[in-house]
C-alpha cells in the first residue's frame, strides 16, 4: 500500500500529454511471421493494488511474449501508473517496436487516465482516442474510453479498438452492465460515424457472457468467432471479462485459434490471445 501510494504521488507529479502519443522505433522490426498474434491484457495496474514484483515480471512476461511467443501485437489495458509503463518499456526498448498512448492527464487530481496502451511490431499509421461520457462508481474517476488504431501489415491496414469498459462489482451487488452496453454503443457510432469498413474490438470488456450474448444478438455485424463458453479470464469471480469482437467480418476468410494464459498470475486477469492464421 505503501508504494503505491508513493508512486501515485510520482505520477501525479510527472508531466502529462493532453494527445494521443505513437512512439516510432529508429528501425522497423524485421521479426514477422506468417501468422498474426494479437494477446490483450489487463495487469491491474490501480496503486490501490500495487504489487512492485508482480509489475516487473508483467514487464519481463511481456517481453517472453513478443520474443518466445513471436505475438505482433499486444494491448494493455490498466496501465495506470507511469512507473509501470516504464518498466514495461524499458524491457522492451532494444526490439524497435512501435506504442501508442492515449492523452494521460487525469481525471480530477486523483484520479487516473485511460490506462490504455497498444505496442505493435508492426508500424501504428494513425491512433485516436475517444472518452466514455457515461461511467458509474469508482470508474467515473478515471478517463476510461477506448484506442482506435490503425496498423500495417505488410500490404495490408488492420484497424483495432482497445478498449476497458465499465466496471461491475459483484461483490457489493454493484452492476452497470447496462452502461457496458452503452460504451459498446458508443464504439458503435464512432465506426459509423468514420465509415471503418471493419474492424477488431478487444480488452476488458466486463460484460458477463448473457450481457455479451445480448449485445451480439441485436447487433449483426459484431460476431465473436470462437467458442467462448466456459472460459475464465477473471479468475477471481470465475467470470469471462475479455474478449475479442469482430466488426463487418474482418478476417472472414482466415483461421482463428483462441488462446488463455491460465499460467500467468501476476494480474487478477489473465493474457488472451487471437492468432490469425
Known sequence: ??????????????????????????ILSKDRTNNLKIVSYNVNGLFLHYNHQNYVNISKYIRYLFTEEKI???????????????????????????YTIPPTNKKYCLGENSGLVTISKYPIILSDFEKYDRLNLSC???????????????????????????????????????TAIYQMDMIKQYLLKYNVKNCLILGDLNLKSEFINLFLKDNDEFKIKYNYD??????????????????NNIFTEKNIDFKIFNNIYYSDHYPIMLTIK
Open 72 to 98: 505482433d501485437i499486444i494491448c494493455l489495458q490498466e496501465v495506470w501508473e507511469k512507473n509501470i509503463l516504464d518498466l514495461i518499456i524499458d524491457n522492451l526498448k532494444d526490439l524497435n517496436l512501435f
Open 140 to 178: 467515473s474517476m478515471t478517463n476510461k474510453g477506448f484506442q482506435y488504431i490503425i496498423i500495417k501489415v505488410n500490404d495490408n491496414h488492420i484497424s483495432i479498438i482497445n478498449t476497458h469498459l465499465q466496471s461491475s462489482f459483484t461483490k457489493y451487488n454493484l452492476h452497470y452492465q447496462n
Open 230 to 247: 466456459n472460459l475464465i479470464t477473471f479468475p477471481n469471480q470465475n467470470e469471462l471479462l475479455d474478449y475479442f469482437i469482430f466488426y
Open 1 to 26: 500500500m505503501f508504494w503505491g501510494i508513493f508512486y501515485k504521488i510520482y505520477n501525479l507529479c510527472s508531466r502529462k500529454s493532453k494527445i494521443t502519443t505513437i512512439i516510432r522505433p529508429e
